[in-house]
C-alpha cells in the first residue's frame, strides 16, 4: 500500500469530523439569531375568560403548545409563529367554530398584553403569568 493510499482514510476522517463541527456551529448561530423573548415561557391566564395559554421554547423558537379555556375545553392551535420579532399564534375554538388570531404586543414581569382579531371583531387583552 502507497503512502498516499494510506492517507485516504485519514483525510476522510478529518473531513468529517470538520463538517460535523460546522453544522453543530451553525445551528448554535441559528438559535441565537432568533433572539427569543424568554419573558414569554410560562402558562399565561387570560384576565377576562380565565383560560390558559402554554408558551415553551421548542429547539430556540417560542411555540404556543396549548390554549384551554376555564372550563376545560381545549382549542386547537393552528399557528404558531415569530414574525417581525413578534409571537403571534392562531387557534380555533372546536364548540363554537371561531378563529381567533393573537399577537403579543408587550410583556412586562408578569403581565403580558396581546391585540386578538377574528372575523368579526378585535381588541386588546391582558393575561397574567400563573406557572
Not at 448554535?28 to 424568554?38: E, G, L
Not at 384576565?47 to 384551554?68: A, M, R, W
Amino acid at each position: 500500500m502507497s503512502k498516499q493510499t494510506a492517507l485516504i482514510p485519514l483525510v476522510l476522517l478529518t473531513i468529517f469530523i470538520l463538517s460535523g463541527f460546522t453544522v453543530i456551529h451553525k445551528s448554535k448561530a441559528k438559535i441565537a439569531q432568533q433572539n427569543i423573548n424568554r419573558e414569554l415561557i410560562g402558562v399565561w391566564q387570560d384576565q377576562k375568560t380565565h383560560g390558559n395559554t402554554t408558551i415553551k421554547d421548542q429547539d430556540g423558537t417560542l411555540v404556543v403548545v396549548s390554549v384551554e379555556a376555564s372550563d376545560g375545553e381545549k382549542y386547537v392551535v393552528l399557528e404558531s409563529k415569530i414574525e417581525n420579532g413578534n409571537l403571534k399564534w392562531s387557534y380555533k375554538v372546536p364548540s363554537t367554530g371561531y378563529v381567533l388570531n393573537m399577537e403579543v404586543t408587550s410583556v412586562s414581569g408578569d403581565v403580558m398584553n396581546c391585540h386578538w382579531s377574528n372575523s368579526t371583531a378585535s381588541g386588546m387583552q391582558d393575561f397574567k403569568r400563573v406557572n
